[in-house]
């Protein structure tokens, strides 16, 4: 081999073997694999402040995704060196002779304050007595509201030299059935549609060759949705929560006529990974999702209508106390929509140019927010009695026929049971 291909030949050997370790600490090392275990799910440590851990095989490579938040370096061939350097949160790998794939785990330091109050406190994978359990409540609430205006002028006049009429007013060729009279009009000649508009309200005056409607429409209202749905997940562990249920969709098949069927969810949608750190502290990943089907901005495919979706979701991650809610996600939009039609000229004149146009005005605003609450829980006792399923009292409910028809008046029982 070329001399000067030694030296890098000679490096990959000793990253490979450990060179440089007496051969009584390799043999410890791998002897000790059986004893490895995974890191802690999340560590903590203050700002400014240091913590060592021990594994009991060598460690041969460290790593952590944000330096600027903590600091790790090998100390001696078995124990590492964790530095908090600015509050937040960041992830550690560390790699060791027994595996090629590094063990993981979360680093969340704290500010001085904090730490300065904490840094006596035991590992979470040190407590015997932490809760394992979370329960995580989610609410989404939605508001939209809504408002309309609209206004316009409809003239239609005839006599034997001279024609006008608005938008909508073009004459048919059949006989149309008269809302309003309309004498002194020959019937050989067709008579105009009267622009009746069903969403809004009219006014009609007028006879003869000589015809004026005003059409005049406000309108205003709201929508509020609320969700809430809850989920129990073991500390460390993911879960998945759907309330909805699934639409066919079809596909179209490559290089062929033919359609396959998929199956797209919707509904309410919750995934979610807690990681209790102590008493008083939760990490959430939390994932919510809101989607409905809309039918109006919907396609076809091969002849079937496909409706879209709208979608509310989010993804994030946060760290709450026990029984602590936060506000996770928000939205607050306007949408304004005006528009004017006139005749040229003649729709600029003051107050009388109110005959020749058309005006409306759209507006809407929405609100969203999406709001988190993590519960350290425990299960109820083996014995203890549980609290009435939903709609208990009314599962036997079976009224008399003297108490249905003089007593009944609909108020049935809708807060009990387990949901509440």
Known sequence: MHRRFMPLFNGLICATLL???????????????AALGPLPAALEVGEGLQQ????PVAITRVAVGDPKIADVRINGNQ????????????????????????????????????????????????????????????????????????ASTSIFGKNSNFLFGSPGTVPNTAVTPRVFPLRNIDPRIAVPSI????????IVAGGGNFLAIINAMESSGFAYTLARPSLVALSG????????????IPVPSANS?????????????????????????????????????????????GGTNVPAFTIRRTDTSISLADGESFVISGLISTQNTSQVSKFPGLGDIPILGAFFRSSSINREERELL????????????????????????????????YRLYFLENGDFDKRSGLSQ
């Open 52 to 55: 060592e851990l021990q594994t």
């Open 370 to 401: 999406m709001i988190v609450t993590p519960h350290l829980v425990q299960p109820l006792a083996a014995n203890a009695q549980l609290p009435s399923l939903p709609g208990e009292k009314l599962r036997n409910y079976d009224p008399n026929w």
């Open 257 to 301: 006529n033919s359609y396959s069927i998929e199956y797209k969810e919707f509904g309410i949608r919750l995934t979610l990974t807690p990681t209790v750190i102590s008493n008083d502290q939760i990490t959430l990943k939390v994932a919510p999702e809101v989607s409905e089907l809309d039918f109006n901005n919907g396609v076809t495919i």
């Open 195 to 202: 622009p009746l508009a069903n969403d809004m309200y009219n």
């Open 237 to 248: 562990q993911s879960a998945s929560f759907l309330a909805g249920g699934e639409i066919p």
């Open 79 to 150: 124990a590492l060196l964790l530095t908090g350097m600015a509050p937040g949160a960041t992830s550690l790998m560390v790699w060791t002779a027994c595996a090629t794939t590094p063990r993981q785990s979360m680093v969340f330091v704290q500010g001085r304050a904090t730490a300065a109050m904490t840094r006596n406190a035991r590992l979470p994978s040190d407590d015997p007595l932490l809760p394992s359990q979370v329960q995580t409540d989610i609410r989404f609430v939605e508001v939209s509201r809504t408002k309309l205006k609209e």
């Open 19 to 33: 060179c440089g370790m007496p051969v009584n600490s390799v043999s410890a090392a791998t002897g000790n694999c």
